[in-house]
């Protein structure tokens, strides 16, 4: 799928993936760890938002949520009246450089191409701030496919592997790497990383 039928998928199947998440869980509360290490009044992005429930509802007031699906932003403005949100895409996210103290991209990165992912992180490390974190998801294995029938649609998922998303966000600038698993939105364990922009 390229990332135009992606994102289409993304509006067929956002109700879905909404309905199918549970708000709460401990992958949820990594974003408390986030917030106690960010400073007072921290603006925070949430990249690949979707419906807002899970991430974006726990992060600080004014935190930016970006999806590239509408009718995921739509569901975001449901749930999240005053939420700000932004309808937009990791490889080219549209805020200014140095503008944000922490990002967020909870199963997100791996619906871009993998060969992309350097790209999108470093997207992520021109938007924060110098020692800005990252948490998002981290994927563990490498694979690259389109699962039909997820969601009643489908949907591609691709990544390189663990060892080499870490090398890539080495790459990109970050570092002070670590790792936590917990329970993502439909029941399975998945592992997670903070980092922090050198």
Not at 8 to 30: C, I, M, N
Not at 126 to 133: A, I, N, Q, S, T
Not at 159 to 184: K, M, V, Y
Request: hydrophobic letters at 40%; a negative charge; aromatic letters at 8%.
């Amino acid at each position: 799928m390229d990332h135009t039928e992606v994102r289409q998928a993304w509006d067929e199947v956002s109700a879905s993936y909404a309905r199918a998440r549970d708000p709460d869980g401990s992958d949820a509360a990594l974003i408390e760890d986030l917030r106690e290490a960010l400073p007072a009044a921290p603006l925070v992005l949430d990249a690949g938002c979707g419906d807002g429930a899970r991430t974006l509802a726990n992060l600080p007031a004014d935190a930016v949520g970006l999806d590239f699906s509408r009718e995921g932003l739509m569901l975001a403005r449901e749930n999240l009246p005053d939420a700000r949100l932004v309808q937009g895409d990791m490889l080219s996210i549209p805020l200014v450089d140095d503008s944000v103290d922490a990002v967020t991209a909870y199963h997100a990165v791996f619906h871009v191409a993998r060969e992309r992912h350097p790209e999108v992180y470093r997207e992520f490390a021109r938007v924060l701030r110098p020692g800005g974190m990252l948490l998002s998801t981290l994927p563990g294995g490498r694979y690259e496919t389109v699962r039909r029938g997820w969601m009643g649609g489908r949907m591609f998922f691709s990544t390189p592997g663990r060892d080499r998303t870490l090398t890539q966000l080495r790459e990109a600038g970050f570092g002070s790497l670590r790792t936590e698993t917990a329970t993502d939105p439909l029941g399975s364990d998945t592992e997670f990383v903070f980092a922090t922009l050198e």
